[in-house]
């Protein structure tokens, strides 16, 4: 049914009728949540090479131009995080940068790596070693390499954006929904708890948009895997001629996710990029990732809200605000799950959801071990109404 799917062996389909009943919702069909969330992090762009050449993304570098943080780099701003109180460290780069550039290869093995995965995993390690969490986005991953990233994570993410085939990821090194779903697959199977989305605007239609998000929901049904679901729009760049989609267009997507998607599954959108203020009613219930250090590479023209931002936006919608890890209360140990959460908390992945590294960071006796405790049983409050 998706592009590129058969390549990928993704036996995947959704039903018409059900696309259909979620063409018809709007935000009157929909409750407002009950609380907001968000994740105090640090922002580590490993590298800005990339494979890809999306037509609306500023992030990666063209070959020659690109760079690669080395382990002191690293472990300089995981430390800044940890004295500004992050809980997770959140490390993105382009999708498999050695297969395209001769210069970061070079590089890598250079270090001792064989690949950029390679080099993930001890960048992983240098923040817990720091104090942190990581949550890593890596791009297009095999399910062996979610499995060798696994210990060191306490969970990943790739935005599927769309199972459309869009201009917007053309040329020579476009990625494919096939792609994309099969990554969202791995993770599953690797039992890693993920966070997937939509990226709104870039010219898919109203049916690609239900299309995708009963896609994600068909996947997480298999794996239980999901744990968030970004719905981001647009926007304007040096790179991008798409025109930021209207705030209406966005509270009908945001809509259609809190129906398409079952309760335990939170709502995302990034209060740095979205109208948030108007799309909390329409079922939104988690903010993202915030760093009080460091930028958004990805979207460097929009700077992430302050603190007190956050609170004003949670005082408007008459909710309480609370901090959460980058791996959600049901993925964690039971001691560390609140009783209300216990009960959604998914059937254990094969392995269980956590490895032994994440499950040590989170007991450890230091500040960071109760700091994540902290965070996780909710005993320090950032706002209540």
Partial sequence: MFPAADKYDIELSVDESAVDSLLSVTPDDVSPPAELTFSRNVFVPLTTACRYTCTYCTYYDVPGEATLMSPDEIRSVVEQGVDAGCTEALFTFGDKPDDRYTEIHAQLADWGFDSITAYL??????????????????GDLTESEFRSLKPV?????????????????????KKTPGQRLNTIRAAGRAGVPFTTGLLVGIGEDWRDRAES??????????????????????????????????????????????????????????????PTRELIDCGVDDLGGVSPVTDDYINPDYGWPALDELRSI????????????????????????????????????????????????????????????????????????
């Fill in 153 to 173: 994570n306490s969970s990943m993410g790739v935005m599927l954006e769309t199972t459309a085939d869009v201009a917007a990821h053309s040329g020579n090194r």
């Fill in 314 to 385: 949670a005082a408007d919608a008459d909710l309480p605000l609370f901090e959460r890890l980058p791996v959600y209360d049901r993925y964690l140990p039971a001691d560390y799950r609140r009783e209300s959460v216990a009960r959604a908390a998914p059937p254990a992945a094969a392995d269980g959801w956590l490895a032994g590294p994440i499950r040590t960071a989170l007991s450890a006796s230091n500040g960071s071990g109760e700091r994540f405790r902290a965070v996780a049983l909710r005993e320090k409050e950032v706002y209540r109404r």
């Fill in 121 to 138: 995993h001890t960048a992983c390690e240098i923040a817990l070693s720091a104090g942190l969490l990581p949550h890593s986005n890596p």
């Fill in 213 to 274: 998000l009963l896609a994600i929901r068909a996947l997480h049904e298999r794996y239980g895997h999901i744990q968030e679901v970004i719905i981001q729009n647009v926007v304007a760049n040096e790179r991008s001629s798409f025109d930021r989609p209207s705030v209406e267009t966005m509270r009908r997507t945001v809509a259609m996710a809190r129906v398409a998607l079952p309760d335990e599954i939170s709502v995302q959108v990034p209060p740095n990029l979205s």
